[in-house]
Nanobody
């Protein structure tokens, strides 16, 4: 089964920027809607941003104006540009493919709610 691989996490200072990437480990046909979620210690996982196949985007109020989600359909990847980072942005960030289509034994298969392993983003002063 295809896995999602995240990259770009790491320690960043308050006010800094970071760009997260997420792409499948193998060849796939495509992804419908992508989402970025985050989970801070002691909190539930929350949706940060999403982009659908028509590139319509959604942002949570807490990141609106600071974060930008984008997708590259040729590379089957999704990105999250995070700017003006705050201590409350500290969390593990997860990408999610709502519907991922790939070839399994020569047949079109769909995996729903495929998650990436998570990328740590600590924001410090």
């Amino acid at each position: 089964q295809v896995q999602l691989v995240e990259s770009g996490g790491g320690l960043v200072q308050i006010g800094g920027s970071l760009r997260l990437s997420c792409a499948p480990s193998g060849s796939i046909f495509g992804v419908g809607t992508w989402g970025w979620y985050r989970q801070a210690p002691g909190n539930q996982r929350e949706l940060v941003a999403s982009v659908d196949g028509d590139t319509t985007t959604y942002y949570s109020d807490s990141v609106k104006g600071r974060f930008a989600i984008s997708r590259d359909n040729a590379r089957k990847a999704v990105f999250l540009q995070m700017n003006i980072l705050k201590p409350e942005d500290t969390a593990v960030y997860y990408c999610k493919a709502y519907a991922l289509e790939y070839s399994r034994n020569g047949r079109l298969s769909t995996v729903y709610d495929q998650w990436g392993p998570g990328a740590q983003v600590p924001v410090s002063s």
